[in-house]
């Protein structure tokens, strides 16, 4: 058998950081959560046999394994231009190659931002979605670049929306066995309160497999439009109200993210979905108790965090009852940067 040849290069330059992409990506274990992952790889699979017709050129952003490139191609593209960043490159081309693809799909290493596609694009296609939405914000970009530049008009994105939510939630068991609870309680007889004060003061998003039952209300935080919009959409500051007429622990938000794939077709990540390997975001904070006639109002911020600009996420959420403010909760939640 002849070694596959290694895919074409485009240029690299200040796009995603190479080393970080691929220590996260160019290796099988990610790409095999991935394909794994029944609920995200089957919805994506069905959308695209509802969208992409005999005859379509497809760019697929970011291909990593190739398997959305290989559903394109089965489902009739006349070509699909398979764009990744990362040398699994290699072995996606190979198994393209093994399927009987090898014709239909051409393989293009390097950032997707400097893709030229001869011919213009009938559908772009990626799965640029990081844990909460926003780590992967530069993948965001590459797909934006391409749609911008080389889909013709009236072109298909996929995803074509995606919304992000935050949930006030009722979960002491949440709390206490992933978040700061487990410090508020005597450990073996001893006060860990020194623990507690010091998880608060640096907040983290936890990723947990949480319970519908506990929401006490939804907020849709963000509400992305992929056929114009880029990741300057993930910076914002809003504000939301819930009340209450009933009495409630509150824990934390939790969040999650929707995904319109095609028509009728939706990838929910909530906590009454079909588990996926994003599962949800917990995001943390000392409890409040609520009464009926209470109400809390947030204010949410998405900034660039210092080092890398990967939007971080501030919460204020203040209990009010009358006219006062009886408890506040504020804090800035680091998430991580898969791409440099
Ligand atoms: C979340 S994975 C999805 C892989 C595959 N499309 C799937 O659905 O299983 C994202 C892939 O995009 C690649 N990627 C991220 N940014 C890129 C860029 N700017 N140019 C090319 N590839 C990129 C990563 O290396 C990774 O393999």
């Known amino acids: ?10 240029p690299a330059d200040a796009g995603p950081q190479p080393e970080l992409l691929a220590r996260t990506f160019a290796g099988w274990r990610s790409q095999r959560g991935m394909l794994a992952d029944a609920h995200r790889t ?8 509802a969208v992409v017709r005999p005859g379509m050129t497809v760019a697929d952003v970011g291909c990593g394994s190739g398997i959305l490139s290989l559903f394109a191609a089965r489902a009739g593209a006349a070509r699909v231009h398979a764009l990744e960043a990362t040398r699994m490159i290699d072995d996606a081309a190979e198994v393209a190659r ?46 934006a670049a391409v749609r911008d530049r080389w889909l013709r008009p009236g ?51 936890i990723i947990v497999k949480a319970d519908r039952r506990t929401l006490l209300d939804t907020w ?3 509400d992305l439009d992929c056929a114009v919009d880029d990741s300057r959409a993930y910076f914002f500051e809003r504000r939301f109200e ?10 934390g938000l939790l969040g999650w993210f929707e995904l319109d794939l095609a028509p009728g077709i939706v990838l929910s990540t909530s906590p009454d979905s079909l588990d996926t390997h994003w599962h949800q975001s917990y995001f943390p904070f000392e409890q409040l108790q609520v009464q009926p006639g209470d109400s809390l109002t947030a204010r949410v911020e998405t900034t660039p965090a210092a080092d890398n600009g990967t939007p971080a996420v501030g919460l204020r ?12 909760r504020a804090g800035h939640y680091t998430l991580h940067d898969t791409q440099g």
């Open 1 to 10: 058998m002849t070694p596959p040849e290694p895919a074409p290069s485009v």
């Open 42 to 49: 089957g919805s994506f699979e069905r959308a695209i046999a």
């Open 98 to 143: 093994a399927n009987g693809f090898a014709d239909r799909i051409d393989f293009v290493a390097g950032d997707a931002r400097h893709f030229q596609a001869a011919d213009g694009l009938d559908a772009v296609i990626g799965e640029w979605i990081g844990m909460y939405l926003f780590e992967e914000w530069r993948h965001f970009d590459a797909f």
């Open 155 to 205: 072109g298909i994105v996929m995803p074509r929306r995606v919304r992000l939510y935050l949930a006030p939630i009722d979960d002491s068991r949440l709390y206490v066995e992933r978040g700061p609870g487990f410090w508020e309680r005597p450990v073996w007889g001893f006060d860990f309160g020194l623990v507690h004060r010091r998880q608060l003061d640096r907040t983290r998003r």
């Open 220 to 222: 849709c935080i963000l």
């Open 242 to 251: 819930t009340r209450f007429t009933f009495s409630a622990g509150c824990h």
């Open 317 to 328: 959420v203040d209990l009010r009852r009358g006219e006062d403010i009886v408890a506040s």
